[in-house]
Every structure is written in structure tokens, then in C-alpha cells.
């Protein structure tokens, strides 16, 4: 089942922990964050040109709205950046525990920011929440979270996908597009051996590719069936996150993280693969 193929390491900045990365089709680079260093990552591997945003505070999370600028999930607050100027607009702050921050976030098909929160420097069991923003009202639409993590939609917009990490299943959610509104439906899979299920993105066949904390993977699961298609080895335990990227969504950009007992020079790095 693991693919023969290696993953590339395509970027490095010593980051502890790189996480969400995010495919700007338009412009064709990859947003990222490093969460502990406060900064967002702007990569064009053609120019080979990389654009850094300091954030205030940890940064959970960036993707890049329909008008394409950034939305990112920091420590006190939702912001909105021009990726030119670098003009920075608070918009929101709807999480009010100041033991908690903002983790892993996605849009939603008609563009809504999905976020979450988590324990910043311990785990709270079921202190988090997930977060619907739509540029205008902010909702609550699921609580009891302790680890808010990946975050994914069926291509058709019925389903939502979510990870709360410690439970090591990925749960589906019926999604009300017009509403913006999640409910639970049933856990589709479960993560065994070491790994932790983090970030995770969904492809044009609806097959969910799953980041394994502790697991030094990416996995590709059947969102129908629950069945494991393929699983890709990374030099490093901590595997953050994933999405895809590039031409025709051909390539999977892959995100990870340092741990001080190992000895793994490329952790922390950010990794390319081809998937077809």
C-alpha cells in the first residue's frame, strides 16, 4: 500500500511548527503557517520568491477569501490581509478564553471561514469550539472540541469532514450550505498504530488525505467506505497538515513538524509530492 514515491523537501525556514497549508490557484503559490514564529509564509516556487507576514501571536490557520485576500486565525483575532501591502484589518475575535487558541481552519463552498480552537499551552478537554464566519455574522456550529483540527467538504457541499484530534476519527457532518450550519452524522474512520489525525484535504473523488500526527504519514482514506487507499512515509513523526496543489490539483503539499527527542533535520520542513 505505501507509494514508492518519495516526497520532496521544497521549503525550509527552521519553523517548530508548520502547519494549514494552502494552494492560491490564481497567483499558483502555497500559503502556509508557522504557527510558534507568528508568521504566515507566501511560497512562489517558480520565482522562487517566499513573502513573510508577522501575525500578533500564534497563527492557526490561513486561506485566502473570494476577493483573494488572506483570512488568518490568530491569537487575538480573525484577520484580513492584502497579500500586496500587507495591510492588516481585525474582523473578529469570537473566542474569548485566553487559555485557548486558534487552530486549523478551510472555507466552506460558498466561502464562509470554518475555524476552530484548542488548549494554547495545554490540553482543555472539550473547551473547543468551530467557528462559522461569513464576513458578517460569526456562529458557533460544534462544541466540546479539544483538539480542533482538519476540516474538509464533499465536492457536492452535503457533507462537512472534521478531526477533533484525540478521538483518532475523522467524524462527517451533514452541512446546511445555506444555512452554514453542521450536524453529526456518524465517524467514517479511525487511525490506529501511533498516529493522530491532524490536517486533512479532500480531493476530486472525494477520498480524504489525512496528515498523522506522531505517525510520520499521509494517508489517503475513501470517505465512503472508510477503506485506506495509500499511505506516504515522511522523514519526521510530527505530519501537520496537507492540501493540493499545482497543475490540474496534480501534487500534494505536505506540512510538518520538529520534536526535540528525534533526530530529524528536515522536520518542520514542507514537502511536494506528485499524486498523478
Not at 508557522?34 to 501575525?55: D, G, H, K, P
Not at 501591502?85 to 470554518?114: S, V, W
Not at 504519514?217 to 515522511?234: A, P
Amino acid at each position: 500500500m505505501p507509494t514508492k514515491l518519495k516526497p520532496e523537501l521544497v521549503f525550509y525556514s527552521g519553523a517548530t511548527l508548520l502547519e494549514g497549508p494552502c494552494w492560491d490557484p490564481k497567483e499558483e503559490v502555497v500559503y502556509c503557517v508557522a504557527i510558534e514564529q507568528s508568521l504566515v509564509y507566501r511560497i512562489n516556487f517558480l520565482s522562487r520568491e517566499v513573502t513573510s507576514y508577522q501575525t500578533n501571536g500564534p497563527v492557526g490557520c490561513v486561506v485566502i477569501d473570494n476577493n483573494g485576500m488572506l483570512l488568518t486565525a490568530e491569537k487575538n483575532g480573525i484577520y484580513k490581509i492584502n497579500s500586496l501591502t500587507q495591510e492588516r484589518t481585525l474582523l473578529i475575535h469570537p473566542e474569548d478564553n485566553p487559555l485557548m487558541r486558534y487552530n486549523d481552519g478551510k472555507l466552506d463552498p460558498l466561502g464562509r471561514f470554518i475555524f476552530g480552537t484548542m488548549g494554547e499551552n495545554q490540553t482543555l478537554p472539550n473547551k473547543g469550539k468551530l467557528f462559522s464566519y461569513d464576513g458578517n455574522i460569526v456562529k458557533t456550529i460544534i462544541e466540546g472540541i479539544t483538539i480542533s483540527n482538519g476540516i474538509g467538504f464533499s465536492n457536492n457541499g452535503e457533507f462537512m469532514y472534521f478531526i477533533d484530534t484525540p478521538t483518532k476519527k475523522v467524524a462527517r457532518y451533514f452541512y446546511n450550505l445555506k444555512l452554514g450550519e453542521a450536524n453529526f452524522d456518524k465517524y467514517i474512520i479511525e487511525i490506529d498504530g501511533e498516529g493522530y489525525p491532524d490536517g486533512m484535504c479532500v480531493d476530486i473523488d472525494d477520498n480524504l488525505w489525512i496528515a498523522e500526527w506522531e505517525g510520520g504519514k499521509v494517508c489517503k482514506w475513501n470517505s465512503k467506505t472508510g477503506e485506506k487507499l495509500n499511505e506516504i512515509t515522511l522523514p519526521c513523526k510530527r505530519v501537520t497538515s496537507c492540501c493540493l496543489g499545482g497543475d490540474n490539483l496534480d501534487s500534494l503539499f505536505i506540512t510538518t513538524a520538529k520534536k526535540d527527542k528525534y533526530f530529524e533535520p528536515l522536520a518542520g520542513g514542507l514537502f511536494k509530492l506528485k499524486i498523478h
